[in-house]
C-alpha cells in the first residue's frame, strides 16, 4: 500500500478515486505544526532554534498519519506546489521520523499544478526528494515574522496603550494606507480652467478641441489659472477663424493581457466582480479543489497561489484550439505567446492561474457552480483564452487646428481613437482603477486645409484633486510593485489590518483609523528601518535568494536579529513624553487641522489659554488640554470639518467644528448650552462646562443614533437618563428606566431587566416595566444566557436539519445551529440575515470545530442511537464527575492567573497574520 498525503480532505477524495485501492490518500488539513503564541518559540541565542507545537486536532491527524506509515509500503508527500505546501511536507516527515515509523521505507515528494487524474498520474510518475532551499526560506520568513512580532507588540503595548501588534509586512501595508492618508490631508487644491471648442467641419459633423496653445507657447493643462484668464481665451476664441493646420493618423495595437496570478486575480476580481481578495481565494481553492460535475468530482483551474504567467505547451495549444473554433482565423496569431512577469522578487516556477480543460467554456459548467464561482471561473476562462489571442489594431488621429483672432493665434487639438481590429477585445478588457483616458472619443472625417464652424465655446472651472485613497485591489497592486510581502499573503494581511482597527473599508477605499495611524507614527518616529519599503523589499529578495539556494538562511537571521534587537533594547529607555512629543510632530495636521478663522488650532476650546496635545490613556491616545484637573476637556484624534462626509473624519460623519463641539441648543430649564462633542470614547452630548473639580453632565450616544442628525430634543432627553418610570405597586419603590454596557434596561430594587429597543427607554410605562421585570424573575438568575430567546428564526437547516436562529451576544450577533455559533460579520445587521448567509456562515465555522446536527435531528436519523444506550446512571456519575473536574479546573486556572505576573500581556496578541 502507498501512502499519499495531501493538504484537503476533499483532494483526498478526488485523488483517491484517480489512484485506485493500491493507494491510501490522507489529508493534513493544512499546517500540522506552528510555532506556539508565546515567548521562547524561536531563540536567537541558541542559533535560532525553532520550538514547534501541534494543536490537539493537528496531533491526532498526525497520529492517524503515523499509523497509516506503519503499514504502507512507501510514503508520498503531496502537498500544494508552493512554498507553504514544501514546509507542510517537511513538517510531516520531521513528525513521522520522530514518531520512528518511517524505517527504510521510501519518501518521495510529487506536485501537481492541477486536479485532474492526467496531472495526478503523471506527477506520480516525477517524484523527487523535498526541497531544502524552499522549507530554509520558509524557516526563515516564519522566524522573521516571529521575532518581529514578538518582540515589537510588547513595545507597543508599554509605549501606546490601545495598539494591538505590529508585523513586518502588516506594518509596511499599513504605512502606505496612512502616507496616501497624509497626502490626501496636506493636499492643497489648485484652480484651473478648461477651454473648448464646439466645431463643425464642412460635412456639418460635430467634434471638440481644446486649447493646447497661444501666440506660440504651449498651454498645459494647468496654465489657466483664474477667471480672467480664461475669460480673455474665450473672448478671442469666440472671435476666431478655424482652419484644419494638420491630420495626423496613426496605428496603432493593444496587446492582451497575461494570464492571471495571484496577484492579478484579486484586483481584477475585486475590480469586475466586487470580491474582497480573501474572498476571492475562498471561491478559488474552490474551484481548484473540484466542483460536482455528473457525478465527478473534477478541478477547474489550476493552483491558485502562483507569481508565474506563462502556460505549458499543452496548455497553450489547448487555449489556441479554442479561440480557432469559436473566433475567426484572423483573431489566432499565428505564433503562440509567451509572458514574463515585472513586478519584484517573482517567482516563475508555476504556471499562471488557468482552466485545467480551457474547452470547459463558462456556460457548459455554470450550472454545476454557485453564483459566485461560476462569476470567477468565467473571469479566469476569458483571461486565459484572450492572453493568446490576435491583439487589437486601432487608429490614432491627432488633428491640428488654428484659431486667428484680432492678431492672435490659438492653437487648438482634437484627439481620438477607432478600434479597425477588436482581436482580445472581443472577449476581455480589463477594468481600471483609476479612468481618465481622453483619446476614447471618435472623431469624424476632418480634412487638412478646410475650415471650421464654431458651434460654441466653453470654459470650465476645475480643480486638482488629491490622489484618491488605495482601494484593496490598488493597494495589492503597490505592495507587489514594491516587491512588499508574498502574493499569496495580501489577502491575509488586509484582513488583519481591518481585524485589528488599523484600517476600515467604505465604499471600497481603505481609510486609516486614528489607532492604525498612531502605531504607524510610533513606527515611523522609533523603528523608521522596519518600514521603509525598500528595506522590507531588499528583505524579501534576500529571502528568494535563500529559496534559490544561494544564501544561508541563519546568516539572514543573525544580521537581522542583531540590529534589530539592538534597536528595540534602545526603546526600553523611553519617556512617554518622548513618544508623545514624536507623535505630537507626526500626527499635528491630523490632529490639529488648520482652523477657518485662522486661529490656533492647539488653543484649548474650553479654558482658552490652555494647549491642547496628544495624550495617552488607559483604553489609547486622546486629545486633552494642558491645564488638567483645573481644565477637563478632551476629544478624539480626528475632528470632522463642516464639509466632512458620513465616515470621513469623524465619529457617524458628525458636523463639529474646528474644536470638536457643535451647540445644539440651550437647556429650557438650566439655561446651558447642550453641545455635541467627539471625546476620547466617542460621540457624546454634555450639558454646561461644570464648575471648578465638578464635572458637567454628559452622555454617550446609544449605538445606532447619527450623530449628524442629532437635535436638541433627543439630547436633552439622553441627559434626562435614567428617569423615574414610577412607583413599583408591590413594594413602592420606584422603577427607573435607563442606558447601560448592556443596552436599555429598567431598574427596581438593584434588580435589573432589559428592554426591546433604546427608543422604548423614553416611552415605557409602569405597566410595561413591572411585565418586564417580572418575565425576568421567572426566568431565573441564568436568564440572557444560553437559554436567550434568539432575535430571528430563519427555519429549518436545508441540509442538516434542526432550527437556524440569529442572537444578540455578549460579543456581537451571532448564528446558531444546534452546537454550533458562528459570528456575523461586522457591518452586517442581524436582521438582515438571510438562510443563505447563514448556512454559509455555520459551514465556515464547522470547517474550524467538528461538528454535529442538532440532537433532535440526529435522533430523527438515528445517528444518536450509541447515546440512547448508555446507562442513566453511567451517564448521571460521568456528568457530576465532569461537573467536578470542570470546578476543579476553574479554581485551578483561577489560582494560576492571580499567581501570574501582572505586567505579563497576552502573548497572542503578538502574532504576524
Same mark, same amino acid.
Given at each position: %500500500?502507498?501512502?499519499?498525503?495531501?493538504?484537503?480532505?476533499?483532494?483526498?477524495?478526488?485523488?483517491?478515486?484517480?489512484?485506485?485501492?493500491?493507494?491510501?490518500?490522507?489529508?493534513?488539513?493544512?499546517?500540522?505544526?506552528?510555532?506556539?503564541?508565546?515567548?521562547?518559540?524561536?531563540?536567537?541565542?541558541?542559533?535560532?532554534?525553532? +520550538?514547534?507545537?501541534?494543536?490537539?486536532?493537528?496531533?491526532?491527524?498526525?497520529?492517524? %498519519?503515523?499509523?497509516?506509515?506503519?503499514?504502507?509500503?512507501?510514503? /508520498?508527500?503531496?502537498?500544494?506546489?508552493? &512554498?507553504?505546501?514544501?514546509?507542510?511536507?517537511?513538517?510531516?516527515?520531521?513528525?513521522?521520523?520522530?514518531?520512528?515509523?518511517?524505517?527504510?521505507?521510501?519518501?518521495? @515528494?510529487?506536485?501537481?499544478?492541477?486536479?485532474?487524474?492526467?496531472?495526478?498520474?503523471?506527477? %506520480?510518475?516525477?517524484?523527487?526528494?523535498?526541497?531544502?532551499? =524552499?522549507?530554509?526560506?520558509? =524557516?526563515?520568513?516564519?522566524?522573521?515574522?516571529? $521575532?518581529?512580532?514578538?518582540?515589537?507588540?510588547?513595545?507597543?503595548?508599554?509605549?501606546?496603550?490601545?495598539?494591538?501588534?505590529?508585523?513586518?509586512?502588516?506594518?509596511?501595508?499599513?504605512?502606505?494606507?496612512?502616507?496616501?492618508?497624509?497626502?490626501?490631508?496636506?493636499?492643497?487644491?489648485?484652480?484651473?480652467?478648461? $477651454?473648448?471648442?464646439?466645431?463643425?467641419?464642412?460635412?456639418?459633423?460635430?467634434?471638440?478641441?481644446?486649447?493646447?496653445?497661444?501666440?506660440?507657447?504651449?498651454?498645459?493643462?494647468?496654465?489657466?489659472?483664474?477667471?480672467?484668464?480664461?475669460?480673455?481665451?474665450?473672448?478671442?476664441?469666440?472671435?476666431?477663424?478655424?482652419?484644419?493646420?494638420?491630420?495626423?493618423?496613426?496605428?496603432?495595437?493593444?496587446?492582451?493581457?497575461?494570464?492571471?496570478?495571484?496577484?492579478?486575480?484579486?484586483?481584477?476580481?475585486?475590480?469586475?466582480?466586487?470580491?474582497?481578495?480573501?474572498?476571492?481565494?475562498?471561491?478559488?481553492?474552490?474551484?481548484?479543489?473540484?466542483?460536482?460535475? !455528473?457525478?465527478?468530482?473534477?478541478?477547474?483551474?489550476?493552483?491558485?497561489?502562483?507569481?508565474?504567467?506563462?502556460?505549458?505547451?499543452?496548455?497553450?495549444?489547448?487555449?489556441?484550439?479554442?479561440?480557432?473554433?469559436?473566433?475567426?482565423?484572423?483573431?489566432?496569431?499565428?505564433?503562440?505567446?509567451?509572458?514574463?512577469?515585472?513586478?519584484?522578487?517573482?517567482?516563475?516556477?508555476?504556471?499562471?492561474?488557468?482552466?485545467?480543460?480551457?474547452?470547459?467554456?463558462?456556460?457548459?459548467?455554470?450550472?454545476?457552480?454557485?453564483?459566485?464561482?461560476?462569476?470567477?471561473?468565467? =473571469?479566469?476562462?476569458?483571461?486565459?483564452?484572450?492572453?493568446?489571442?490576435?491583439?487589437?489594431?486601432?487608429?490614432?488621429?491627432?488633428?491640428?487646428? *488654428?484659431?486667428?483672432?484680432?492678431?492672435?493665434? $490659438?492653437?487648438? @487639438?482634437?484627439?481620438?481613437?477607432?478600434?479597425?481590429?477588436?482581436?482580445?477585445?472581443?472577449?476581455?478588457?480589463?477594468?481600471?482603477?483609476?479612468?481618465?483616458?481622453?483619446?476614447?472619443?471618435?472623431?469624424?472625417? /476632418?480634412?487638412?486645409?478646410?475650415?471650421?464652424?464654431?458651434?460654441?465655446?466653453?470654459?470650465?472651472?476645475?480643480?486638482?484633486?488629491?490622489?484618491? &485613497?488605495?482601494?484593496?485591489?490598488?493597494?495589492?497592486?503597490?505592495?507587489?510593485?514594491?516587491?512588499?510581502?508574498?502574493?499569496?499573503?495580501?489577502?491575509?494581511?488586509?484582513?488583519?489590518?481591518?481585524?485589528?482597527?488599523?484600517?476600515?473599508?467604505?465604499?471600497?477605499?481603505?481609510?486609516?483609523?486614528?489607532?492604525?495611524?498612531?502605531?504607524?507614527?510610533?513606527?515611523?518616529?522609533?523603528?523608521?528601518?522596519?518600514?521603509?519599503?525598500?528595506?522590507?523589499?531588499?528583505?524579501?529578495?534576500?529571502?528568494? +535568494?535563500?529559496?534559490?539556494?544561494?544564501?544561508?538562511?541563519?546568516?539572514?537571521? &543573525?544580521?537581522?536579529?542583531?540590529?534589530?534587537?539592538?534597536?528595540?533594547?534602545?526603546?526600553?529607555?523611553?519617556?512617554?513624553?518622548?513618544?508623545?512629543?514624536?507623535?505630537?510632530?507626526?500626527?499635528?495636521?491630523?490632529?490639529?487641522?488648520?482652523?477657518?478663522?485662522?486661529?490656533?488650532?492647539?488653543?484649548?476650546?474650553?479654558?482658552?489659554?490652555?494647549? *491642547?496635545?496628544?495624550?495617552?490613556?488607559?483604553?489609547?491616545?486622546? /486629545?486633552?488640554?494642558?491645564?488638567?484637573?483645573?481644565?477637563?476637556?478632551?476629544? +478624539?484624534?480626528?475632528?470632522?470639518?463642516?464639509?466632512?462626509?458620513?465616515?470621513?473624519?469623524?465619529?457617524?460623519?458628525?458636523?463639529?467644528?474646528?474644536?470638536?463641539? &457643535?451647540?445644539?441648543?440651550?437647556?429650557?430649564?438650566?439655561?446651558?448650552?447642550?453641545?455635541?462633542?467627539?471625546?476620547?470614547?466617542?460621540?457624546?452630548?454634555?450639558?454646561?462646562?461644570?464648575?471648578?473639580?465638578?464635572?458637567?453632565?454628559?452622555?454617550?450616544?446609544?449605538? !445606532?443614533?447619527?450623530?449628524?442628525?442629532?437635535?436638541?430634543?433627543?439630547?436633552?432627553?439622553?441627559?434626562?437618563?435614567?428617569?423615574?418610570?414610577?412607583?413599583?405597586?408591590?413594594?413602592?419603590?420606584?422603577?427607573?428606566?435607563?442606558?447601560?454596557?448592556?443596552?436599555?434596561?429598567?431598574?427596581?430594587?438593584?434588580?435589573?431587566?432589559?428592554?426591546?429597543?433604546?427608543?422604548?427607554?423614553?416611552?415605557?410605562?409602569?405597566?410595561?416595566?413591572?411585565?418586564?421585570?417580572?418575565?425576568?424573575?421567572?426566568?431565573?438568575?441564568?436568564?440572557?444566557?444560553?437559554?436567550?430567546?434568539?432575535?430571528? #428564526?430563519?427555519?429549518?437547516?436545508?441540509?442538516?436539519?434542526?432550527?437556524? #436562529?440569529?442572537?444578540?451576544?455578549?460579543?456581537?450577533?451571532?448564528?446558531?445551529?444546534?452546537?454550533?455559533?458562528? #459570528?456575523?460579520?461586522?457591518?452586517?445587521?442581524?436582521?438582515?440575515?438571510? %438562510?443563505?448567509?447563514?448556512?454559509? *456562515?455555520?459551514?465556515?465555522?464547522?470547517?474550524?470545530?467538528?461538528?454535529?446536527?442538532?440532537?433532535?435531528?440526529?435522533?430523527?436519523?438515528?445517528?444518536?442511537?450509541?447515546?440512547?444506550?448508555?446507562?442513566?446512571?453511567?451517564?448521571?456519575?460521568?456528568?457530576? #464527575?465532569?461537573?467536578?473536574?470542570?470546578?476543579?479546573?476553574?479554581?485551578?486556572?483561577?489560582?494560576?492567573?492571580?499567581?501570574?505576573?501582572?505586567?505579563?500581556?497576552?502573548?497572542?496578541?503578538?502574532?504576524?497574520?
Amino acid at each position: %500500500m502507498n501512502l499519499v498525503i495531501v493538504e484537503s480532505p476533499a483532494k483526498a477524495k478526488t485523488i483517491n478515486k484517480y489512484l485506485g485501492s493500491a493507494y491510501q490518500v490522507v489529508a493534513s488539513y493544512g499546517h500540522v505544526r506552528d510555532l506556539p503564541s508565546k515567548d521562547g518559540s524561536v531563540l536567537p541565542d541558541e542559533d535560532f532554534a525553532m +520550538q514547534w507545537e501541534a494543536d490537539p486536532k493537528s496531533a491526532k491527524r498526525l497520529s492517524e %498519519m503515523a499509523t497509516a506509515a506503519k503499514s504502507a509500503d512507501r510514503i /508520498i508527500l503531496a502537498t500544494d506546489p508552493d &512554498r507553504e505546501g514544501e514546509a507542510i511536507s517537511w513538517h510531516v516527515l520531521e513528525v513521522l521520523k520522530q514518531k520512528r515509523v518511517l524505517k527504510d521505507k521510501p519518501v518521495e @515528494r510529487v506536485v501537481f499544478n492541477a486536479i485532474t487524474k492526467q496531472a495526478v498520474l503523471d506527477a %506520480m510518475k516525477n517524484p523527487r526528494p523535498i526541497d531544502a532551499a =524552499l522549507v530554509d526560506a520558509y =524557516l526563515a520568513r516564519r522566524a522573521l515574522d516571529y $521575532l518581529v512580532g514578538f518582540t515589537l507588540s510588547p513595545v507597543l503595548w508599554r509605549k501606546l496603550p490601545g495598539a494591538r501588534s505590529a508585523g513586518r509586512v502588516q506594518s509596511v501595508a499599513l504605512r502606505l494606507v496612512c502616507d496616501r492618508e497624509n497626502e490626501i490631508e496636506v493636499f492643497r487644491p489648485r484652480e484651473y480652467w478648461s $477651454l473648448v471648442a464646439r466645431l463643425a467641419t464642412p460635412r456639418g459633423d460635430e467634434f471638440d478641441a481644446r486649447l493646447v496653445g497661444a501666440d506660440g507657447r504651449k498651454i498645459g493643462r494647468l496654465d489657466v489659472g483664474n477667471a480672467e484668464d480664461a475669460a480673455a481665451f474665450r473672448t478671442a476664441l469666440e472671435n476666431g477663424r478655424y482652419t484644419v493646420v494638420d491630420v495626423e493618423q496613426k496605428p496603432a495595437r493593444r496587446h492582451p493581457f497575461a494570464p492571471f496570478t495571484t496577484s492579478t486575480l484579486q484586483q481584477e476580481a475585486s475590480r469586475k466582480l466586487g470580491f474582497a481578495p480573501n474572498r476571492t481565494m475562498q471561491i478559488a481553492q474552490r474551484l481548484y479543489e473540484g466542483v460536482d460535475i !455528473g457525478g465527478e468530482t473534477v478541478g477547474l483551474i489550476t493552483y491558485m497561489r502562483t507569481d508565474g504567467v506563462d502556460m505549458a505547451p499543452e496548455a497553450v495549444a489547448a487555449v489556441r484550439k479554442v479561440i480557432g473554433a469559436d473566433f475567426s482565423s484572423r483573431h489566432l496569431p499565428d505564433v503562440p505567446r509567451r509572458y514574463q512577469v515585472k513586478a519584484k522578487n517573482a517567482q516563475e516556477a508555476h504556471e499562471a492561474i488557468r482552466p485545467t480543460s480551457p474547452d470547459r467554456r463558462p456556460r457548459d459548467v455554470a450550472r454545476y457552480l454557485d453564483q459566485e464561482q461560476a462569476k470567477l471561473y468565467e =473571469l479566469i476562462w476569458k483571461r486565459t483564452i484572450a492572453s493568446q489571442m490576435e491583439s487589437a489594431e486601432l487608429q490614432r488621429t491627432s488633428v491640428d487646428i *488654428l484659431a486667428e483672432a484680432g492678431g492672435r493665434k $490659438l492653437d487648438l @487639438r482634437a484627439s481620438g481613437q477607432v478600434v479597425t481590429f477588436e482581436g482580445f477585445l472581443a472577449l476581455y478588457n480589463e477594468d481600471r482603477d483609476d479612468d481618465g483616458d481622453d483619446d476614447e472619443g471618435r472623431l469624424p472625417r /476632418i480634412d487638412k486645409g478646410e475650415a471650421l464652424a464654431n458651434r460654441g465655446i466653453s470654459a470650465t472651472q476645475h480643480f486638482t484633486e488629491p490622489p484618491p &485613497r488605495y482601494s484593496e485591489a490598488t493597494l495589492v497592486k503597490r505592495m507587489e510593485e514594491l516587491g512588499i510581502g508574498r502574493p499569496s499573503t495580501y489577502a491575509a494581511t488586509l484582513g488583519v489590518l481591518r481585524d485589528r482597527g488599523y484600517v476600515r473599508l467604505e465604499k471600497k477605499k481603505l481609510f486609516p483609523e486614528d489607532k492604525g495611524r498612531l502605531v504607524t507614527a510610533f513606527l515611523q518616529s522609533f523603528f523608521s528601518r522596519y518600514v521603509e519599503y525598500d528595506f522590507t523589499a531588499d528583505l524579501e529578495g534576500k529571502l528568494d +535568494q535563500i529559496s534559490a539556494g544561494d544564501i544561508a538562511w541563519k546568516d539572514v537571521l &543573525r544580521e537581522f536579529w542583531q540590529q534589530f534587537s539592538f534597536d528595540v533594547s534602545e526603546t526600553k529607555e523611553l519617556r512617554v513624553a518622548q513618544v508623545l512629543d514624536a507623535l505630537n510632530e507626526l500626527l499635528g495636521p491630523h490632529i490639529f487641522p488648520e482652523r477657518a478663522d485662522g486661529g490656533d488650532p492647539r488653543a484649548c476650546p474650553a479654558c482658552g489659554n490652555g494647549k *491642547l496635545s496628544l495624550k495617552l490613556g488607559k483604553f489609547g491616545a486622546f /486629545i486633552g488640554c494642558s491645564n488638567y484637573p483645573e481644565c477637563r476637556y478632551t476629544r +478624539q484624534l480626528a475632528v470632522a470639518g463642516e464639509d466632512s462626509a458620513p465616515g470621513e473624519g469623524g465619529e457617524d460623519g458628525a458636523k463639529l467644528g474646528a474644536d470638536g463641539v &457643535r451647540v445644539l441648543g440651550k437647556d429650557p430649564e438650566t439655561g446651558l448650552d447642550v453641545t455635541l462633542r467627539s471625546g476620547r470614547f466617542g460621540v457624546y452630548v454634555q450639558l454646561g462646562e461644570g464648575e471648578g473639580k465638578e464635572k458637567p453632565k454628559r452622555s454617550s450616544l446609544p449605538k !445606532g443614533w447619527e450623530a449628524a442628525t442629532l437635535d436638541l430634543d433627543r439630547a436633552l432627553a439622553l441627559l434626562a437618563l435614567p428617569r423615574e418610570v414610577g412607583a413599583h405597586p408591590e413594594d413602592g419603590k420606584p422603577i427607573q428606566a435607563g442606558l447601560g454596557r448592556y443596552g436599555p434596561f429598567v431598574l427596581h430594587d438593584g434588580k435589573y431587566a432589559n428592554l426591546d429597543s433604546i427608543d422604548e427607554v423614553f416611552s415605557v410605562g409602569i405597566n410595561r416595566a413591572v411585565s418586564v421585570l417580572a418575565e425576568k424573575q421567572a426566568r431565573g438568575p441564568r436568564a440572557g444566557r444560553a437559554g436567550a430567546e434568539p432575535l430571528k #428564526t430563519l427555519g429549518d437547516h436545508p441540509t442538516l436539519g434542526g432550527p437556524v #436562529t440569529v442572537h444578540a451576544g455578549r460579543y456581537g450577533p451571532y448564528v446558531k445551529h444546534g452546537a454550533v455559533n458562528a #459570528t456575523i460579520p461586522k457591518g452586517t445587521a442581524p436582521e438582515a440575515v438571510s %438562510m443563505e448567509t447563514a448556512v454559509a *456562515l455555520i459551514a465556515e465555522r464547522a470547517g474550524k470545530t467538528p461538528v454535529k446536527a442538532p440532537r433532535a435531528a440526529r435522533k430523527a436519523t438515528g445517528e444518536d442511537g450509541a447515546a440512547k444506550k448508555a446507562p442513566a446512571k453511567k451517564a448521571a456519575a460521568k456528568s457530576t #464527575t465532569a461537573k467536578a473536574s470542570t470546578a476543579k479546573a476553574s479554581t485551578a486556572k483561577a489560582a494560576t492567573a492571580r499567581k501570574a505576573p501582572a505586567k505579563k500581556a497576552p502573548a497572542k496578541k503578538a502574532a504576524e497574520a
